[in-house]
């Protein structure tokens, strides 16, 4: 699997039959942990060598005590995960069930995968590991491999070696067209908490041809293919809400990503957010192709974050530019990998982008710091701007001077409008947008979705 597609992507394939022993607790004694006994995992085939695409199945039996409620997801050695799967099983006694995930590899590959149980018990399988050689036209290279079934059977119900159902909509049922040229999904937060969390996925579609459409999409690491309706009139993009999802703190998931139903298996940007389920370390966001510095006013890294922080909110807030402080941030990045821990010691704190409109004049009183350590107030690409002896002197928008009633929208983390960060607090602007990912998620997302990352030049501000 490609390295910008490695969150969220694994559909998992699950067969479910559980059971936890029930009995009566004496009162004020607590239950003892659920035992709970992984049997042994396989994939089939292990090998394969010949024609691609192909088909890999991979299982494993785990054997619990009933009545109880299981909680579990695939684990991949890409670093990618299935989405947490909740099943309820009635009953008494020990179950045995058998959980299984069926690859379509169409490419060389090799790989493992295995089951994560987050409760009764936290325990991992074994890794049932497979490889697959590719002959003759079929060899592919990059993304590779992937979950395309799922079957939940319990052992006592139906054979081992029983082929799972494919999923409505898959294989036969994939359109004969591309219809969408490119698919670009946006993220609204609609509560304020930051976990539990409200959100809304916008989806926008690029390139379909005239007259009206019906396109098929899934969230990666589901089964279910949705239908959207596109109306004649449908213009160069076609935008629509496409979920509404509920995050918590028992959420496994930290990012989305959508795919079209159609022979070129298009997928959109992927999005992330970090505050209700922080990423498993060791995991790659994306690749850096040299070093991006921090320096003492802030330099490419938080010209970087700033670029990021205004990708986030753009399409939905009409956001202009994005500023930031070299405040919450701790180090640069250097070139190579880049994994998760890497972005929380960029920027642990993981401040919401919300959006505020304020006029030019109000701007360049905001870009002057209060405090000799603040740095500058790093821009977003698109505005640059002059700071001499404590006076902002030129102040450029897309390179158009910003006149002093011009009113603009800027992305900005409420600890530095509010004055926290050696800036001055943002008296007299109306914030005009709170459905902002956090900032740590917002960087991971432009990473993910730009990879190889070049560092800026640090130019935007000019300090005479």
Same mark, same amino acid.
């Given at each position: 699997?490609?390295?910008?597609?490695?969150?969220?992507?694994?559909?998992?394939?699950?067969?479910?039959?559980?059971?936890?022993?029930?009995?009566?607790?004496?009162?004020?004694?607590?239950?003892?942990?659920?035992?709970?006994?992984?049997?042994?995992?396989?994939?089939?085939?292990?090998?394969?060598?010949?024609?691609?695409?192909?088909?890999?199945?991979?299982?494993?039996?785990?054997?619990?005590?009933?009545?109880?409620?299981?909680?579990?997801?695939?684990?991949?050695?890409?670093?990618?995960?299935?989405?947490?799967?909740?099943?309820?099983?009635?009953?008494?006694?020990?179950?045995?069930?058998?959980?299984?995930?069926?690859?379509?590899?169409?490419?060389?590959?090799?790989?493992?995968?295995?089951?994560?149980?987050? @409760?009764?018990?936290?325990?991992?399988?074994?890794?049932?590991?497979? @490889?697959?050689?590719?002959?003759?036209?079929?060899?592919?290279?990059?993304?590779?491999?992937? @979950?395309?079934?799922?079957?939940?059977?319990? +052992?006592?119900?139906?054979?081992?070696? @029983?082929?799972?159902?494919?999923?409505?909509?898959?294989?036969?049922?994939?359109?004969?067209?591309?219809?969408?040229?490119?698919?670009?999904?946006?993220?609204?937060?609609?509560?304020?908490?930051?976990?539990?969390?409200?959100?809304?996925?916008?989806?926008?579609?690029?390139?379909?041809?005239?007259?009206?459409?019906?396109?098929?999409?899934?969230?990666?690491?589901?089964?279910?293919?949705?239908?959207?309706?596109?109306?004649?009139?449908?213009?160069?993009?076609?935008?629509?809400?496409?979920?509404?999802?509920?995050?918590?703190?028992?959420?496994?998931?930290?990012?989305?990503?959508?795919?079209?139903?159609?022979?070129?298996?298009?997928?959109?940007? +992927?999005?992330?957010?970090?505050?209700?389920?922080?990423?498993?370390?060791?995991?790659?966001?994306?690749?850096?192709?040299?070093?991006?510095?921090?320096?003492?006013?802030?330099?490419?890294?938080?010209?970087?974050?700033?670029?990021?922080?205004?990708?986030?909110?753009?399409?939905?807030?009409?956001?202009?530019?994005?500023? +930031?402080?070299?405040?919450?941030?701790?180090?640069?990045?250097?070139?190579?990998?880049?994994?998760?821990?890497?972005?929380?010691?960029?920027?642990?704190?993981?401040?919401?982008?919300?959006?505020?409109? +304020?006029?030019?004049?109000?701007?360049?009183?905001?870009?002057?710091?209060?405090?000799?350590?603040?740095?500058?107030?790093?821009?977003?690409?698109?505005?640059?701007?002059?700071?001499?002896?404590?006076?902002?002197?030129?102040?450029?928008?897309?390179?158009?001077?910003?006149?002093?009633?011009?009113?603009?929208?800027?992305?900005?983390?409420?600890?530095?409008?509010?004055?926290?960060?050696?800036?001055?607090?943002?008296?007299?602007?109306?914030?005009?947008?709170?459905?902002?990912?956090?900032?740590?998620?917002?960087?991971?997302?432009?990473?993910?979705?730009?990879?190889?990352?070049?560092?800026?030049?640090?130019?935007?501000?000019?300090?005479?």
């Amino acid at each position: 699997m490609g390295l910008s597609t490695k969150i969220g992507r694994r559909i998992s394939v699950l067969v479910a039959a559980v059971a936890l022993a029930s009995g009566t607790l004496a009162s004020g004694a607590q239950a003892a942990p659920n035992p709970v006994a992984f049997g042994t995992v396989s994939a089939s085939p292990k090998a394969h060598s010949g024609d691609c695409p192909t088909a890999v199945t991979l299982s494993t039996t785990v054997k619990v005590k009933a009545p109880v409620t299981l909680k579990y997801a695939w684990t991949f050695s890409d670093g990618d995960r299935s989405r947490a799967r909740t099943y309820k099983v009635g009953g008494k006694g020990l179950k045995t069930v058998r959980l299984s995930t069926s690859l379509k590899v169409t490419g060389d590959a090799r790989g493992w995968g295995a089951i994560r149980l987050v @409760s009764p018990v936290r325990k991992t399988s074994g890794k049932a590991s497979f @490889s697959v050689t590719c002959t003759g036209d079929g060899t592919g290279t990059g993304d590779t491999w992937d @979950s395309v079934t799922t079957s939940a059977v319990g +052992v006592a119900d139906a054979p081992v070696g @029983s082929p799972t159902p494919a999923p409505t909509g898959q294989d036969g049922d994939t359109p004969a067209q591309n219809l969408v040229g490119k698919a670009t999904i946006a993220f609204e937060r609609t509560t304020a908490s930051k976990c539990p969390v409200t959100f809304k996925i916008h989806g926008s579609f690029e390139g379909l041809p005239a007259g009206a459409q019906t396109v098929q999409y899934r969230v990666v690491g589901t089964q279910e293919w949705k239908t959207v309706n596109v109306p004649a009139d449908h213009g160069a993009v076609f935008t629509t809400v496409l979920e509404t999802f509920e995050w918590g703190w028992e959420t496994e998931e930290s990012s989305i990503r959508i795919e079209v139903n159609q022979p070129d298996g298009l997928r959109s940007n +992927v999005i992330h957010y970090f505050k209700c389920h922080p990423p498993i370390g060791g995991e790659q966001v994306g690749v850096a192709a040299e070093d991006v510095a921090l320096t003492g006013n802030g330099g490419p890294l938080a010209e970087l974050v700033a670029d990021a922080m205004l990708e986030a909110v753009q399409s939905l807030s009409g956001a202009q530019a994005a500023l +930031v402080s070299k405040y919450g941030m701790r180090t640069g990045l250097q070139a190579g990998p880049i994994e998760y821990q890497d972005l929380y010691g960029i920027q642990p704190a993981g401040f919401a982008v919300d959006v505020r409109t +304020v006029t030019g004049a109000q701007l360049k009183k905001f870009l002057v710091p209060t405090s000799p350590n603040a740095g500058v107030a790093t821009p977003s690409a698109a505005l640059r701007y002059t700071l001499k002896d404590g006076v902002v002197t030129e102040l450029t928008l897309n390179g158009t001077l910003v006149s002093d009633t011009q009113v603009l929208k800027i992305a900005i983390n409420y600890q530095m409008s509010g004055g926290w960060q050696g800036f001055p607090q943002w008296q007299g602007t109306s914030g005009v947008y709170y459905g902002g990912p956090d900032d740590t998620g917002a960087l991971a997302s432009y990473i993910a979705n730009h990879s190889p990352i070049h560092a800026p030049a640090g130019d935007r501000v000019t300090v005479q």
